[in-house]
């Protein structure tokens, strides 16, 4: 039951931008989009999230559409150590505990080439 | 900060053995989360706590328990281990429910 669609990989040119794409069609209104990597098969590490305005941080940044039914995540300069599993997650809330919880898909591997 | 710890982090089991997944975090969050993640998958919650003394089931508890006396410490405890379980664990934690989750980095375990 995921409720997100990323292509399987990607490559990138070292120091290119670049550009993840995720689809999220059947997101919610109150239902957040996050990005999490994965290097190595050690554990997810979290980049970025929003709901429905574009992000920026220190590590990449975050476009929603404004139907939000898709996203990009950029990662502006592209290193060899960029190299990993990219989850563009939505987080659903878990009603009778008042937390949330992550919704992964299968991630989209990120290439990046010397 | 060592940040969420797991043990071990390799393990194999026979069919129908017992074990304890140890995970322990040291920056005080009240949020705990065990997930695991099959070859070439996403990761699926498990169980997660929101706090010492309160534990609930994700979306594949079973053949799993957890229990939460500490603030710092949320065991996953397989009983009758069974090949379907061959997978990787991942412990994770966060200060609330509206912040990040903060990973371990796993324990590999197989069943054989």
């Known amino acids: 039951d995921a409720k997100t669609t990323q292509p399987t990989s990607m490559d990138c040119a070292e120091g290119r931008a670049a550009n993840l794409p995720c689809n999220h069609s059947?997101?919610?209104?109150?239902?957040?989009v996050y990005w999490y990597r994965q290097i190595h098969s050690q554990g997810p590490q979290y980049i970025i999230h929003g709901l429905k305005n574009n992000e920026t941080n220190e590590m990449a940044s975050l476009i929603i559409t404004e139907d939000r039914k898709s996203s990009t995540l950029i990662l502006p300069h592209a290193t060899l150590r960029d190299t990993a599993v990219y989850y563009c997650?939505?987080?659903?809330?878990?009603?009778?505990?008042?937390?949330?919880?992550?919704?992964f898909g299968t991630g989209t591997r990120l290439k990046v080439l010397a | 900060n060592a940040g969420v710890t797991q043990t071990p982090k390799f393990r194999i089991l026979k069919i129908g053995q017992s074990m304890t997944l140890q995970c322990a975090q040291d920056?005080?969050?009240?949020?705990m989360y065990w997930y695991r993640q099959d070859p070439g998958m996403g990761l699926k919650l498990i169980y997660y706590?929101?706090?010492?003394?309160?534990?609930d089931k994700g979306e594949v508890p079973n053949g799993y328990n957890v229990s939460r006396s500490t603030t710092e410490d949320f065991p996953l405890r397989l009983e009758l281990a069974a090949p379907s379980q061959t997978s990787v664990y991942f412990c994770?934690?966060?200060?609330?429910?509206?912040?990040?989750?903060?990973f371990g980095p796993g324990t590999r375990l197989t069943v054989l």
């Open positions: 994770a934690s966060s200060y609330s429910s509206s912040h990040e989750q903060f």
């Open positions: 059947t997101i919610s209104g109150n239902e957040y």
């Open positions: 997650i939505v987080r659903v809330p878990l009603v009778a505990s008042g937390t949330y919880k992550y919704i």
């Open positions: 706590s929101v706090g010492a003394g309160i534990t």
């Open positions: 920056m005080n969050h009240n949020y």
